[in-house]
């Protein structure tokens, strides 16, 4: 009789603990499925639906269907800052894979110094841009560091962030800066993982430092760095506060990024619906820039 209770009671026992671990579990993550609502997804459709209007800052709307892609279709600003962002990822994302590769390479060795050098290359990415940017207006200005350097080989001394091509290569520098030592990270994780025995049988059969990395170290940072050139192309597409700190996309709208423009006809000229439609295109092209890469990087 026991022995039919027990047999009885076991199911109900193992029901009442799933049930309370899936408690738990909603438990844990309802607050950041809330967060998501209230502070990403919710916001995303509020600022779709305002791209299809004119909202004003009185809180009055007025519905204009696609009128504000439309306009922006034509506007020469917004492909202006459109070939400018553009500009600034295809720099950016290539520099960020190199510099972080090579780096790592260098500090995955065991040596003097080498847990200083892992730490120091990882500070810019921790080291708020607002302030990065603040104190590279310095080192970029007349009279700077980078300026004065210039002048030894040539150069005319005067302010890189006046000048529109300069101004960009500034901004490239400093986006790179400041993200490099995350990359890094992810890439120097994945080297230590990696088996010494291929490269050392390499080695002994005579392959060179170039063609052990290519053919032996890069095929296996695949995933790491498939996910790094999405990760890096979305934030760089994204860019501004070290455009608004820097140039506030000057001179000349030469550093005027998509972000930039965005903030211009929302913040300063509070044309909403119109900023709204180009938040909704940075998202849409994001999203089909992903989807390429991915396809292309994972079909190699």
Do not use: C
Request: charged residues 15%; proline residues 4%.
């Amino acid at each position: 009789m026991s022995t039919a209770i027990d047999t009885v009671r076991k199911p109900q026992r193992r029901r009442l603990v799933q049930r309370r671990e899936a408690l738990a579990g909603i438990i844990f993550v309802a607050p950041v499925v809330i967060l998501f609502l209230v502070f990403k997804l919710f916001p995303a459709i509020g600022g779709v639906i305002i791209s299809l209007g004119d909202f004003k800052i009185t809180g009055a709307f007025e519905f204009l269907g696609l009128d504000n892609y439309r306009e922006m279709l034509t506007d020469a600003a917004f492909w202006n800052s459109f070939w400018v962002t553009v500009a600034y990822v295809v720099a950016v994302v290539p520099l960020l894979m190199t510099v972080s590769i090579t780096l790592a390479l260098l500090v995955r060795r065991v040596g003097p110094f080498i847990k200083f050098f892992r730490g120091a290359y990882f500070i810019p990415s921790i080291t708020s841009l607002v302030l990065a940017g603040a104190v590279f207006v310095w080192v970029f200005n007349a009279g700077g560091i980078v300026p004065t350097i210039h002048s030894w080989f040539g150069g005319d001394g005067r302010s890189w962030l006046g000048n529109s091509v300069l101004a960009l290569v500034a901004i490239i520098f400093v986006g790179v800066w400041g993200r490099f030592g995350f990359d890094l990270l992810i890439v120097l994780a994945r080297l230590q993982d990696l088996p010494r025995e291929l490269d050392e049988a390499a080695s002994i059969d005579g392959a060179n430092g170039w063609q052990r990395f290519w053919y032996i170290t890069f095929p296996q940072l695949r995933p790491q760095l498939l996910f790094l050139v999405v990760i890096e192309t979305t934030f760089s597409f994204q860019v501004f506060d070290v455009v608004f700190v820097m140039t506030g996309g000057g001179p000349a709208n030469a550093t005027n990024v998509l972000g930039m423009l965005l903030y211009d006809e929302a913040f300063r000229l509070f044309n909403f619906g119109y900023a709204s439609a180009i938040g909704v295109a940075m998202l849409i092209l994001l999203v089909t820039l992903s989807m390429i890469q991915r396809a292309v990087l994972k079909g190699d």
